[in-house]
């Protein structure tokens, strides 16, 4: 069992920053593929980053790429998204989950365990 809590998120104007943490309880965390999604309203939820069990591999949605950046320490069971040059069309909550399997993937469906979200607005 994974439990994941996410923190971070906020109210930031376009061209701004913010680092969303992911704190994993359970001791299979670096076991654990990870990754972030979002949702915005009326819309469903989407793919924004993955990183691999070691930290090596990373995976980004096309829109997010050169600004946003997964990572995660192992030691302190947590996973980081750093959102750089933020647009209004980042604005979702975003959700943190943990993948038990080998691959990373990008389909939400295959990640067991979730967060209960953290907002991020991002203001014109």
């Known amino acids: 069992q994974v439990q994941l809590v996410e923190s971070g998120g906020g109210l930031v104007q376009t061209g701004g920053s913010l680092r969303l943490s992911c704190a994993a309880s359970g001791r299979t965390f670096s076991r654990a593929v990870m990754g972030w999604f979002r949702q915005a309203p009326g819309k469903e939820r989407e793919f924004v980053a993955a990183i691999s069990r070691s930290g090596l591999g990373t995976y980004y949605k096309d829109s997010v790429k050169g600004r946003f950046t997964i990572s995660r320490d192992n030691a302190k069971n947590t996973v980081y998204l750093q959102m750089n040059s933020l647009k209004p069309e980042d604005t979702a909550i975003y959700y943190c989950?943990?993948?038990?399997?080998?691959?990373?993937?990008?389909?939400?469906?295959?990640?067991?365990?979730w967060g209960q979200g953290t907002q991020v607005t991002v203001s014109s």
């Open positions: 989950a943990a993948d038990d399997g080998l691959v990373v993937t990008t389909t939400a469906d295959q990640y067991n365990y």
